[in-house]
């Protein structure tokens, strides 16, 4: 796309040269416009005698008009011409203007190179190109994806300040599953921001690739960005969800209640809302209790209905508390975040619901972005999200289409058992 541009800029340089150009080579001299208008005026005059000497010979003419109109023509041909002597030679100013349109060439081709690289926007250009390439390009291409990721960083550490390349970067990254690098590229997000609110969803991101690179352990990376977005926003809710997740790893349930609930409190409209409504119900049934009855949100519009049941042959193996994850990923993508994700128990088992937008991982990657989703369901023994051995699984044979509420729903058994 740069060698684009510069193709561009060159046709416009050199169609602004020949403005210059073209009086310089073909312009006509003072001596040149003389000599035209002398080769002029005498072919008038012959055409005119041979007039004459028709109408003469014709007889409309006698022989004193004839020689009149014959001497008139005449003294008029040497009136509009002037002689040899009286012409004056006249500069034409041909090297001068030969040397100012060699300067011309030379100059204004390096000027502009000079000045746009020092005032123009061509990093600008450049980052905002690839950022509408990554935008569009198939997630199954998965080396193209690494290599305009790469591109993107290396334009974005020559001209940082840049929030919205920062965040297309770091989600990006996470899709790579490169979770390292995209809690790099949010920390720059966090730099290149000045609103405290945005900061603090910036180390928030970061703290979430963190944790997901780190297989759900809360490390001291993992701390210390947590605390740094709630310096900023004690209710910033990434931090509070990962917050929450820790606690109910730790068995800690009423502590995971405590922070999933203050999600839903400072964001009612947040898009994991239902997944964090049922971690909340979990962990109270954890505790032993009777979880609040809360008003179901609507259903969104596109999305996928899913009947989930597990095989005969492991209903005594698996434990009511079982953690039962749902998920549903973008056909033919191996890598990347869900695009929805349910959670449930084991004891709720047959299940039917329906993954839409409500369950989505981020607002940026939701369900009814795509047209067809293969659908997971896992019996989680640790109550990761990560698939680990001895964990329960079943899946769609071929891809779903995504669809409007009221299709019919896809069944999906749960019928093997992940041994590494």
């Given amino acids: 796309m740069t060698e684009t541009f510069w193709i561009a800029a060159t046709v416009l340089i050199i169609f602004a040269l020949s403005f210059v150009l073209y009086p310089v080579f073909f312009h006509r001299t003072g001596a040149r416009k003389q000599v035209d208008l002398k080769n002029q005026n005498l072919m008038a005059y012959r055409s005119r005698m041979k007039e004459l000497d028709r109408e003469y010979e014709a007889g409309i003419l006698d022989d004193e008009n004839y ?82 990721s790469e591109q993107l960083r290396e334009r974005l ?16 990254y996470m899709g790579l599953e490169r979770y390292d690098d995209a809690a ?23 703290a ?33 969800g990962l917050l929450g997740i820790h606690a109910f790893s730790q068995q800690n349930y009423r502590e995971a209640i405590q922070y999933w609930e203050r999600i839903e409190t400072v964001a009612p409209d947040h898009p994991q809302l239902a997944s964090i409504r049922e971690g909340i119900r ?54 990347g975040p869900p695009l929805a994700v ?34 997971t369901a896992r019996l989680s023994r640790s109550g990761s999200v990560s698939a680990q051995a001895g964990d329960w699984q079943g899946s769609t044979e071929a891809p779903v289409a995504v669809n409007e509420t009221g299709a019919s729903p896809v069944t999906v058994v749960i019928d093997q058992q992940l041994i590494d």
Avoid: C
């Fill in 282 to 335: 979990e962990a109270y049934t954890r505790l032993g209790e009777e979880p609040p009855q809360v008003a179901e949100p609507e259903i969104s519009g596109a999305g996928v209905t899913v009947q989930v049941s597990l095989a005969e042959d492991f209903r005594d193996q698996v434990p009511d508390d079982t953690t039962l994850f749902l998920f549903a990923r973008q056909a033919n993508v191996r890598q």
């Fill in 157 to 172: 550490e020559a001209s940082p300040d840049n929030p919205d390349g920062w965040a297309m970067l770091g989600r990006t």
């Fill in 184 to 206: 790099q590229a949010f920390r720059q997000l966090a730099d290149s921001v000045d609103d405290d609110r945005a900061e603090s969803v910036a180390y928030g991101l970061a």
């Fill in 67 to 148: 020689r009149q109109l014959k001497e008139e023509l005449a003294g008029s041909m040497l009136d509009d011409v002037p002689d040899q002597e009286r012409m004056r030679p006249v500069a034409s100013g041909r090297k001068s203007a030969m040397a100012v349109a060699l300067v011309s060439i030379l100059v204004i081709p390096a000027a502009t190179y000079y000045l746009y690289e020092r005032w123009g926007a061509m990093d600008r250009v450049e980052q905002f190109i690839t950022m509408q390439e990554m935008g569009t390009t198939d997630q199954s291409r998965q080396a193209q994806m690494m290599e305009l």
């Fill in 342 to 375: 349910a959670r449930l128990t084991a004891d709720q088992l047959p299940v039917e619901i329906r993954l839409d937008d409500r369950y989505a991982m981020s607002p940026q990657a939701t369900i009814s972005s795509v047209e067809e989703v293969v659908v």
């Fill in 208 to 240: 979430q690739a963190l944790f997901f690179g780190s297989q759900g352990a809360m490390t001291d990376e993992v701390t210390s960005a947590i605390e740094q977005a709630q310096r900023l926003n004690p209710d910033e809710v990434n931090a509070l």
